[in-house]
């Protein structure tokens, strides 16, 4: 494996939430001390279901949030956790980017495409005008949008031209990680697939590194070189994409591959009376079914 | 033999933000038999949830209804006002996507679910105690007692769903709706709660009219699959039958461009485009601006269903598809199945 | 922190983009606050007369081609008083809905963007402002300074920041949460850049919606000042000035001064409140 381009390293992240009897500290871990690493032009997947830490752990990536403990690096150097100057912010800005879940909120309603992909760049770059609605044509080819997108505001856009808008938004600091938070998750399947081949198109074409993070196993082995599952703020199992779905061995990632729909699928009960399926020696903590105390 | 739920030819048009009224529903046609599950599956705006709720007689005001929806040969629209609560309460069943929208935040589960059980005016309350804590052990929810003290908000969303299938089974109806039911859930949750719901159904003889945008889960507990696009069924098939050669083309698109486990493609089939609306479609087939197979006729002319061996198909060059079902550009989701 | 939310729609309730399309009364009170306004600039070139103008033979006259609404209890022109006390009468709470609005929306965003303890501090703060009574809060400030149109005007602009501040905030933190928010700050935007460009615009139909609506309580409320003698002092012409003057007529029979006036600070008010409401409605349904 070549060069990590990203490095978690301990993650940890604790939200203080009010006391209740299932939280007597009155602290709800998000992220118990979890590492990864992230190949330079690879494709990692952080697969888990809601509670599983997963959006915590990119939000903490990019910085919208501060860990509690742990590091990030990105290249090798660490990014602080602090408030950072204005210089620092950029400078990690083209580093990772993200694209979010949601199309409809993820673009200001009152920006044209063009004008959002130019302030992006204005703000990274130095180039002049022409430079840039030149740059910005290219971007827009890339995720397959045209001139006539260009032009029009997003609500004059389809979802899954919104969130080609959003990725294009991401590319236009030139990257080295992208975090896909959810970002084919809102997309009907036959807009999905149309996204899901763009991302494999702009991967090969750009080399940026992929951080996957989804709940769809699916589109993961579509997608993704790398996996790790994440289930209540920890990491149960990692590998290959290809080892990990073929030959899970934590009975969570056995249960999830089993919870996905597919042809001659039969759906099965398996906690009906509270007790943990057994299997190979792994028994399962039982889930609370009462809601997790959120942050 | 007549249906249990037989929708007729239905066209439902808005009133549309301007002026004007906007067809959201073509022409849909579709029976559902005593104790038979149906799946109703498409893409966002394919018309299947205003389906569901123009049965249910919950169409936003100033909307328009033509065609006619029977339920065990009564006609549903001709209802009045107290015939219609009867039927809601007694003899229909619904599940929403969100259960956290359709429940009283502010009361109890116990208190939501009796108010269910004594609309219907004929059990006792300690019948009604004894069914609801029946249904919840049914519907796999341990600490009956404990949750029916509890509000809506301490109940993660795959309890609460529970809950609202129980609620939903309290009049002991003859049809369910189930309206997406497990898309806002987590996977292993969303195996759960379908296991539930396929389990009591079949247990209890029910018919059920399952919604849903996902056509393998439709598959896992449906018999029979009708499928959406731009407010007309493009298809109805036996549920094993989709994706064979008579498919229709949507369909195939559809199961060719779902990423599927154990498959992995360079790259994915797409349909090409976005889905439209019911109020683009022009005189054609709905499908034609996204059909990889589109000819002059199909912008031309609305193709009627046809029968096909397990089904029926709305497609002019059906036999022509059959023919050319190895060809790549269609063939990838059939040849799995 | 669902794993699979489903798109939420965009609420089309949330009142964020423009394109107004207006209903009939929206219509009938947009032309009103036009004509109103175009009758306080161009007064001096519409009014017959000159409205402190003094004519001792023509007192409490009645309509007449004349003078159009009559004369007062000197002789001036109600008409031309009218015209011409549109301009300090609708002056006054542009100055108070202005700095209320400026005021306002720095303190929402701000409470917004930064958001834990200064929020909860702004907030209570914003309501103890609220529980002052604005035309208390004029009043001392003309004790201090002396009675014009200013001290009541900048004094009561105070009261009416919460009703801006509360509404902006709360939209404001919706904003904020929004991912476009949280992509503009990964790419490593400043919080100014972002609250000035981004935030703010999305932010600006509903202000002017609270500022119409406002305007037209501080109408009122600076009219009573005037009223109580407090605000604009004669031989200005002013529309609350005009309905106390006219007290002492009504008793001799002549009601024309206080009617004309009041109506017409009704009708001024009434106006700015369905304006209001009808962007409100307007903003909201054209959301998509």
Request: charged content about 20%; some cysteine; glycine content about 8%.
């Amino acid at each position: 494996m070549s060069n990590p381009v990203l490095e978690v390293r301990d993650l940890r992240k604790v939200y203080p939430v009010a006391v209740t009897d299932d939280c007597p500290d009155g602290e709800f871990t998000a992220l118990h001390g979890e590492s990864f690493t992230l190949a330079s032009g690879g494709s990692l997947a952080v697969v888990g279901e809601s509670g599983s830490g997963k959006t915590t752990c990119a939000r903490l990536i990019v910085g919208l949030e501060r860990a509690t403990s742990g590091a990030v690096l990105i290249d090798g150097v660490e990014q602080i956790r602090t408030r950072a100057s204005s210089a620092r912010r950029r400078q990690r800005g083209r580093q990772v980017q993200i694209v979010f879940q949601d199309p409809y909120s993820s673009l200001d309603p009152r920006q044209r495409v063009r004008d959002c992909l130019n302030e992006v760049l204005k703000l990274h770059f130095d180039m002049d005008a022409r430079e840039r609605a030149r740059r910005v044509g290219e971007l827009l080819d890339q995720v397959g949008l045209d001139e006539r997108q260009a032009g029009a505001l997003p609500r004059a856009l389809s979802g899954g031209q919104r969130q080609r808008v959003a990725i294009a938004r991401a590319l236009a600091a030139e990257p080295k990680v992208l975090i896909l938070d959810e970002a084919v998750a809102a997309l009907d399947v036959s807009i999905q697939a149309q996204v899901l081949n763009v991302l494999a198109d702009i991967r090969d074409a750009t080399g940026v590194a992929y951080l996957f993070i989804t709940h769809d196993l699916a589109v993961v082995q579509q997608i993704c070189d790398d996996v790790v599952v994440m289930r209540s703020g920890r990491i149960v199992e990692r590998g290959t994409v290809a080892s990990v779905l073929e030959r899970p061995t934590h009975p969570y990632t056995q249960r999830l591959l089993a919870s996905v729909p597919r042809p001659g699928w039969t759906p099965r009960r398996r906690t009906t009376t509270g007790e943990p399926p057994a299997s190979n020696g792994h028994p399962l903590p039982p889930e609370s079914e009462t809601k997790e105390p959120l942050p | 033999m007549s249906a249990l739920l037989s929708i007729d030819r239905l066209r439902v048009e808005l009133p549309a933000a301007k002026k004007g009224m906007r067809t959201v529903i073509h022409d849909v046609s579709l029976d559902v038999q005593a104790g038979e599950a149906v799946g109703l599956v498409g893409e966002s705006g394919s018309g299947k949830s205003m389906t569901t709720r123009a049965v249910m007689r919950l169409l936003p005001e100033g909307a328009r209804l033509s065609g006619e929806i029977r339920f065990d040969g009564i006609s549903i629209p001709g209802m009045d006002r107290r015939a219609l609560r009867r039927w809601r309460a007694t003899r229909v069943g619904m599940i929403f996507q969100d259960p956290r929208a359709h429940i009283n935040p502010v009361r109890t589960i116990g208190d939501f679910l009796f108010e269910g059980v004594m609309l219907d005016g004929r059990l006792s309350t300690s019948q009604a105690r004894e069914r609801i804590s029946h249904l919840m052990r049914a519907v796999g929810i341990a600490d009956v007692d404990r949750r029916l003290n509890q509000y809506p908000h301490e109940l993660s969303g795959g309890l609460l769903q529970r809950v609202m299938i129980a609620a939903a089974l309290t009049t002991e109806p003859e049809l369910l709706l189930a309206d997406e039911p497990t898309t806002a859930l987590d996977v292993t949750t969303q195996e759960e709660v379908i296991a539930i719901i396929d389990e009591l159904r079949r247990e209890r003889g029910l018919a059920m009219l399952f919604i849903t945008h996902d056509l393998d889960l439709a598959a896992a507990v449906c018999g029979r699959i009708a499928v959406m696009y731009a407010g007309s069924i493009v298809e109805e098939q036996k549920a094993d039958a989709l994706g064979l050669a008579t498919s229709h083309p949507y369909t195939k698109g559809l199961l060719a461009a779902r990423p599927e486990l154990g498959r992995r493609e360079r790259r994915l089939q797409t349909i090409e485009g976005r889905p439209i609306s019911a109020f683009e479609v022009g005189d054609g087939c709905a499908f034609a601006t996204r059909c990889p197979r589109v000819r002059d006729r199909c912008r031309q002319e609305r193709p009627a269903p046809t029968q096909v061996p397990g089904g029926r198909v709305a497609c002019h060059f059906i036999d022509f598809i059959d023919a050319a079902a190895g060809s790549p550009a269609v063939g990838s989701g059939g040849g799995t199945r | 922190m669902s794993v699979l939310q489903v798109a939420p729609k965009p609420d089309s309730r949330e009142i964020t983009s423009w394109g107004a399309r207006f209903d009939g009364p929206t219509t009938v009170a947009c032309v009103i606050v036009v004509v109103f306004t175009l009758a306080a600039v161009f007064a001096p070139v519409i009014a017959p007369y000159d409205p402190t103008q003094v004519d001792p033979s023509a007192v409490y006259q009645g309509p007449s081609v004349a003078h159009l609404l009559g004369t007062d209890n000197t002789g001036r022109d109600i008409l031309s008083r009218l015209l011409h006390g549109a301009r300090s009468s609708l002056l006054g709470p542009a100055i108070v809905v202005l700095i209320a609005a400026v005021v306002g929306t720095v303190i929402a965003v701000s409470a917004a963007w930064i958001g834990g303890r200064f929020d909860a501090f702004v907030s209570r703060a914003l309501d103890v402002i609220f529980a002052f009574p604005g035309l208390i809060l004029a009043i001392v400030a003309v004790a201090v300074i002396g009675p014009g149109l200013l001290a009541p005007a900048a004094a009561l602009s105070i009261s009416y920041i919460p009703y801006i501040a509360r509404v902006l905030r709360t939209a404001a933190i919706r904003q904020r949460n929004l991912p476009y928010i949280a992509a503009l700050e990964v790419q490593g935007f400043g919080a100014v850049a972002i609250c000035v460009r981004h935030l703010v615009p999305n932010l600006l139909p509903l202000l002017i919606v609270q500022a119409t609506v406002s305007y037209g309580y501080a109408l009122l409320d600076l009219s009573a000042i005037s009223f109580l003698g407090l605000g604009t002092q004669p031989p200005t012409p002013e529309w609350g000035l005009m309905v106390a003057n006219g007290q002492s007529s009504i008793i001799a029979g002549h009601v024309e001064q206080s009617l004309y006036a009041g109506l017409t600070i009704l009708v001024a008010v009434v106006a700015f409140n369905v304006l209001g409401q009808g962007l409100a409605k307007a903003f909201m349904g054209d959301d998509r």
